[in-house]
């Protein structure tokens, strides 16, 4: 099977001509690089010269084929350079493809890039109008900007384990805040881009595992900092027995989930309950236990005996299928209803496919390969994969031949002195 080719009327993408070194690792950099690859920029990958990204070796299955979908879904659409970062021979070969580049982005704490000299005042210094995206921790200012960080505890340190006043912290869900750290570094970089073509200035840009976090739970933030002891509880939360909503006791039993007679979840979020109601219990077969209740005829009378009608619901769901419940619920009318999926039933949601949101393309190696595709539709630009992540080094040659325009005899003599 032959590697994916562009085609010469292939559409262009936003980012088309612009050019991305990528010194990053693991996954909330490269995930920023492959978003700006699928816009079309050509992106540059430095890896370490022996070993490479660690992310080349994550999920491999024993014995299989030897694909990771950590590594293709972090690194499509890249070319690979390895080069040894503590020569000094090294250091300046990426400083000279930094210097005809537009943007560089990197994920190590700020020592490292100092260290190597890969900070942003030595590259302004030779690339004035230089975009250079740092993704840290804690943010590039105060007393921890140079501490280390994984995506458990950008979750952690934000508070979203314990949202809503749990007890007890989740289970979450693994590269979460490395996943949004990631589209906040590439949004962070679009905003320098457009600074520069509007204003011709080059610039830092900077965002971290805490600060993206933050600001993806953004409401819960925003009604704890403007909490007032004056202010009046919400109707519904005037109505609610417990502290915070729970799934027992949700302040208003059709913004809730259920749990139904195959063991699978669907989810209610129904706000406005007045006009949905009878529809409701035309679809539930008119239960007498909330049909002839007088204390549930009207929304805050539903809401004040939530955890009542809650009790009623759970065991009627359970009666029957899930599919069987979403078939009746929708079919008696537009109501805000569906399945509460698992990673496996999104990833073949008929809605998701036919959007794009999964995406499939052929690998030369693994033969057809499907991953979350871009989430964003441009008519006249789309976003694309349009090449498999590198194998290691596989661009190195290349990058110093055509874009450094060194000969044969001195890319074999790097090689040689263990530069690349």
């Known amino acids: ?78 070319k690979s350079f390895n080069v040894d970062l503590k020569h000094p021979e090294g250091v300046e070969l990426v400083r000279k ?31 004035p109008k230089l975009i ?35 007890d007890e912290p989740d289970i979450p869900d693994g590269g979460m805040a490395d996943q949004m750290g990631a589209i906040m570094l590439a949004y962070a970089v679009m905003c320098g881009l457009m600074a520069r073509e509007r204003h011709g200035i080059g610039q830092k840009v900077d965002t971290s595992l805490l600060g993206s976090m933050m600001w993806l739970r953004g409401l819960p933030f925003a009604r704890t900092l403007m909490n007032d002891p004056r202010r009046q509880r919400s109707d519904m939360g005037q109505h ?12 208003n039993p059709l913004w809730n989930t259920y749990k139904c007679g195959d063991g699978r979840w669907m989810a209610l979020a129904i706000l406005a309950t007045d006009p949905h109601w009878p529809v409701v219990l ?10 002839d209740n007088p204390a549930y005829q009207d929304h805050w009378g539903r809401c004040s005996h939530a955890g009542e009608i809650v009790a009623v619901l759970d ?10 419940w979403l078939d009746r619920l929708i079919a008696k009318g537009d109501l805000p209803v569906c399945a509460i999926n698992t990673t496996e039933e999104a990833a073949n949601d008929p809605q998701a496919l036919i959007n794009g949101y999964i995406t499939e393309y052929d690998h030369p190696h693994y033969g057809k390969l499907k991953l979350p595709g871009f989430p964003v539709t441009l008519s006249e630009t ?19 031949l055509d874009r450094l325009g060194l000969d044969w005899d001195e890319v074999s003599r790097l090689r040689e002195a263990g530069v690349i």
């Not at 960080?149 to 950008?154: E, H, K, P, Q």
């Not at 609610?240 to 302040?251: A, E, W, Y």
């Open 1 to 78: 099977m032959s590697e994916p080719t562009e085609s010469p009327d292939a559409p262009l993408g936003p980012l088309d001509g612009i050019k991305i070194v990528d010194w990053t690792i693991w996954q909330q950099g490269p995930v920023a690089g492959a978003m700006m690859g699928d816009l079309g920029a050509e992106v540059i990958k430095i890896e370490e010269r022996e070993k490479g990204d660690g992310g080349r070796q994550m999920f491999l299955v024993p014995g299989g084929d030897g694909s990771s979908p950590y590594w293709e879904m972090n690194n499509r659409n890249k």
């Open 97 to 127: 493809l930094i210097d005809q580049a537009d943007v560089f982005i990197q994920n190590f704490r700020p020592s490292v890039a100092e260290k190597v000299g890969l900070d942003y005042e030595t590259l302004k210094a030779r690339n």
């Open 132 to 166: 250079y995206a740092s993704a840290s921790a804690f943010g590039p200012e105060g007393p921890e900007r140079k501490a280390r960080a994984y995506d458990l505890i950008g979750q952690a340190r934000s508070g979203f384990l314990l949202r809503d006043g749990k």
């Open 240 to 251: 609610m027995q417990s502290k915070v909503p729970t799934r027992t006791d949700p302040g």
């Open 282 to 291: 035309e679809a539930l077969g008119q239960p007498p236990e909330l049909t």
């Open 315 to 324: 065991p009627l769901f359970a009666s029957q299928p899930r599919d069987y």
């Open 382 to 400: 789309p976003a694309r994969i349009h090449c498999r992540a590198p194998e290691f080094g596989e661009h190195t040659e290349e990058l110093l």
